[in-house]
């Protein structure tokens, strides 16, 4: 049963923060922070602007980029910032679009969470289960932010992508591939609000999102690589065939790495991230929507998508671009 790409889009806030801004809040520049992570700017959310709203209009983008306006049956969310800990935050964002009565849940992978939440979509189309999918990436992580931290207050920018596939004619999802392992937890976390550790003041510092990045580095671009072999080899396709990758864009360094363990040209790792930053489960259908809006990716084209993130989580795909007229937007 083909899995066919049918619409994509992307939401960003209003808010453009520089790092000329962030250097006011923190003992930074914009030298050390472009050197280190290749960030020039990202976007940050008001105090209206919760992750439901972004979800919602970059779903809205998504259907409206689609040759023709298909039923969705289901809605996949991954994020790491619900707008509550109780509900999810995926059947409000359905209301929204106007989408009653669908299976809607959310999902947690961290920056994985893409990729986690379209091989459950491509899962539940090739079972039979739905025959079409609305795959939304979203978070808003400067909710989560401690802005006296410098190792991770300039990565991070809000926001928000979203795929639609469907049984189709035409077969985009060559192969998917998800791992993870949780002795490593403590590398990407927050530790309060759950059950292990209740928030308990309003400004605990639990509350804040905290990073090991040495250790992330490392072990980033391991499971990434592996991670794009293994769903290559599902494929059976050469990494060599890919004409693009597609990572998390977490930071350059990151990514410059693990394009030359591949020995691409610096043209075929897409980035995003020196306008939006690390926008977590949102980076790569924000990466992907810009490419297709500029026309580097083409009709036809093999594009290895790979994350890692929290958990610890990684995973990849291989898509490739389908020929039907995608004309996506950021709203």
Not at 112 to 119: I, N, Q
Not at 235 to 247: C, G, K, R, S, Y
Request: aromatic share 8%; charged share 25%.
């Amino acid at each position: 049963m083909p899995v066919k790409i049918v619409g994509l889009g992307a939401s960003i806030p209003y808010k453009k923060v520089s790092n000329e801004d962030i250097s006011k809040e923190l003992d930074t520049t914009d030298s050390w922070i472009t050197t280190r992570t290749g960030i020039k700017t990202r976007y940050h959310s008001g105090p209206d602007e919760y992750t439901s709203q972004l979800a919602y209009n970059a779903g809205l983008a998504a259907i409206n980029s689609m040759s023709a306006r298909y039923d969705i049956d289901t809605l996949i969310l991954a994020t790491t910032t619900p707008d509550r800990k109780c509900p999810a935050t995926a059947p409000k964002v359905a209301s929204m679009l106007g989408l009653k009565g669908i299976t809607a849940f959310d999902m947690n992978a961290v920056c994985t969470g893409f990729v986690y939440a379209l091989e459950m979509a491509e899962s539940f189309i090739r079972s039979g289960k739905s025959e079409r999918v609305l795959v939304i990436g979203a978070d808003v992580y400067s909710t989560l932010l401690d802005k006296e931290d410098r190792a991770t207050f300039p990565l991070f920018g809000d926001g928000a992508g979203a795929m639609i596939i469907e049984n189709g004619d035409e077969e985009n999802i060559l192969s998917s591939y998800t791992g993870s392992d949780g002795r490593y937890e403590q590398l990407i976390t927050v530790e309060g609000g759950g059950s292990e550790s209740a928030l308990r003041e309003k400004e605990s510092k639990n509350a804040f999102f905290t990073m090991q990045g040495k250790d992330v580095f490392l072990k980033a671009i391991s499971h990434m690589k592996n991670a794009v072999i293994k769903a290559s080899d599902l494929a059976n396709l050469p990494v060599t065939d890919l004409d693009f990758i597609v990572p998390h864009q977490a930071n350059k360094r990151i990514i410059d790495t693990l394009s030359s363990l591949f020995d691409l040209r610096e043209e075929q790792a897409l980035t995003s991230l020196e306008e939006f930053g690390n926008t977590s489960s949102a980076s790569i259908p924000i990466t992907l929507t810009k490419h297709v809006l500029e026309g580097t990716i083409k009709p036809g084209n093999k594009v290895a998508i790979t994350a890692f993130g929290g958990g610890i989580t990684w995973g990849a795909a291989i898509l490739k671009w389908p020929e039907i007229n995608i004309e996506p937007e950021f709203i």
